[in-house]
């Protein structure tokens, strides 16, 4: 196929047209994501949906796919992103659904990702993990729901670290699920996400069985691995750490505490 590429901002109409950027911050839009969209046929609309869905703007449209304005009212409250939470609720659940609708359509233009397990990060009060996961129970997925090719962004995301929506402190039960699906789509190579979280979305509609809960001890998330290596290779050199005011010493003992309450658990489930 013959491609030009565009600087464009909003990418979506040009990969239809099967133009590429390299632009800086435009995800998403390359040579590989121009194959996808030729391949499946996917419309600009389509790609537009798929793209927003894998923005902030998830916040809105899950809560629209499952009817629940108390969900939307709970993240509109905890989104880190200041310009959605401006919209009207009743504005929000109905482009909620308008995209949603548009997901779907372009999900189903997308092959089955035969890639092996997925993982999927989740943050729980004790209450509602026990009620959600146990061995032998069937847990239905009432919405899309996003998981990553890659471990480490599960943990982070069970982990509070890296989230669009202000992690709750009741919620100190932290899960990683190991998803054996047969129906995911990858999406990752069509995200306009800078996170590169290698991201493939289970429909909504999906059931999966519960076959094994495994606690497991607190891993070390790649940014505090990150936040680590600098500090010991800082002081191999012999550069002083850094002296903390006393908001930062307040906020990092927050964080410790927290840390220390957490508990975690590895969550097996496969696609039933």
């Not at 233009?109 to 069937?138: D, N, S």
Request: with cysteine; proline share 5%.
């Amino acid at each position: 196929m013959n491609r030009t590429r565009t600087s464009g901002i909003d990418p979506a109409e040009d990969l239809a047209a099967g133009r590429t950027t390299t632009t800086s911050g435009v995800h998403g839009a390359d040579d590989r994501a121009a194959k996808i969209v030729a391949s499946y046929r996917l419309t600009a609309a389509e790609i537009a949906a798929i793209r927003i869905f894998t923005l902030p703007d998830y916040s809105y449209i899950n809560p629209a796919v499952a009817g629940s304005r108390d969900w939307l009212k709970k993240n509109m409250s905890q989104l880190a992103d200041l310009y959605i939470p401006k919209i009207d609720q009743p504005t929000l659940m109905q482009e909620g659904g308008e995209h949603a609708r548009k997901v779907r359509q372009a999900l189903l233009k997308l092959p089955r990702w035969e890639g092996g397990a997925a993982y999927r990060g989740e943050r729980h009060t004790l209450q509602t993990f026990q009620k959600t996961y146990k061995v032998g129970t069937i847990v239905p997925f009432d919405s899309f729901s996003s998981a990553s090719k890659e471990r480490w962004v599960a943990e982070n995301y069970a982990g509070g670290v890296g989230t669009d929506i202000k992690t709750d402190a009741t919620r100190n039960i932290c899960v990683v699920l190991v998803v054996y699906h047969k129906t995911a789509r990858d999406i990752s190579r069509l995200s306009a996400s800078p996170k590169k979280e290698e991201e493939v979305v289970i429909l909504p509609g999906t059931r999966f069985n519960v076959e094994r809960i495994i606690r497991m001890p607190r891993p070390e998330l790649r940014d505090e691995k990150a936040a680590r290596e600098r500090a010991e290779n800082a002081a191999a050199a012999g550069r002083p750490a850094p002296i903390l005011d006393d908001e930062q010493e307040k906020a990092a003992d927050e964080k410790e505490k927290h840390k220390a309450n957490e508990r975690w658990y590895t969550v097996l489930i496969r696609e039933s």
